[in-house]
């Protein structure tokens, strides 16, 4: 019996192998329990609200291999870990997502400032906007003057659970007042940059690079 099941974990080990990076990043990966649903008198959507609609599916991303990247027009390039980031300063509030296709949703997003991290990297005069990237290629821009002045999140957090991984675990940018295509989920990078023009995957197709909820969708 014991000579049988060495043939047997022999046999099988090559496929043990191929198998345990993928069963490691599956573990790896804060769970989520319960969300709140009322914050300070807000009632609050869930993460059950939000509709897929990536360019290429739900991302699962290593937290132990991240990076979140700070770089183009700084004067402090950085590439921080998840650990790194949790230990920056943060916020919270509530904010509502509304997306082009007709639905949207209130929540309690908590994470970093988007400020705080462009302060790490210090900022040179000529950046004017930051192109956001995400794990699965998708780009959008924002100017920084707005994401200063209206105090953008990068979230890592909803409604007090860990961000899942198809609400953009490990970031989501909680872009306010804007149209949810520029609401980026599974944030990798963020490029300063002087190209005010510049347009992500949506804005190619005709979206409005300015993204205003307010405003047209099409165009500028």
């Known amino acids: 019996m014991k000579k ?23 573990a790896a990966v804060p769970l ?10 807000n009632p609050l959507g869930s993460v059950k609200d939000f509709r897929e609609n ?8 290593d937290p132990a291999t991240y990076r979140l990247v700070v770089d183009g027009l700084v004067e402090n390039p950085r590439s921080l870990t998840l650990e790194a980031a949790s230990r920056l300063p943060r916020s919270k509030k509530v904010v509502r997502i509304d997306c082009v296709e007709g ?28 192109i956001f990237h995400a794990a699965d290629g998708y780009t959008t821009s924002l100017p920084l003057d707005y994401l200063k002045s209206k105090k953008i999140l990068l979230a890592d957090r909803i409604n007090g659970i860990v961000l899942p991984p198809a609400n953009g675990y490990p970031f989501q940018l909680a872009a306010e007042a ?43």
């Open 4 to 26: 049988n099941c060495f043939w047997l974990f022999a046999a099988l080990a090559p496929l043990m192998t191929i198998l345990a990076p993928a069963a490691v990043i599956e």
């Open 32 to 41: 989520p329990t319960a969300e709140v649903r009322e914050y300070q008198g």
């Open 54 to 61: 990536s360019i290429r599916g739900i991302q699962k991303v």
């Open 103 to 130: 639905w949207s949703v209130t929540a309690l997003w908590e994470g970093i400032l988007v400020q705080d991290l462009l302060n790490l990297a210090k900022a040179k005069p000529a950046a004017k906007v930051a």
């Open 178 to 220: 804007k149209w949810g295509y520029k609401w980026i989920r599974w944030v990798t990078r963020i490029e300063l940059s002087s190209d005010i023009a510049y347009k992500g995957t949506w804005e190619r197709q005709g979206f409005s690079n300015k993204g205003d909820a307010d405003g047209p969708m099409f165009g500028d």
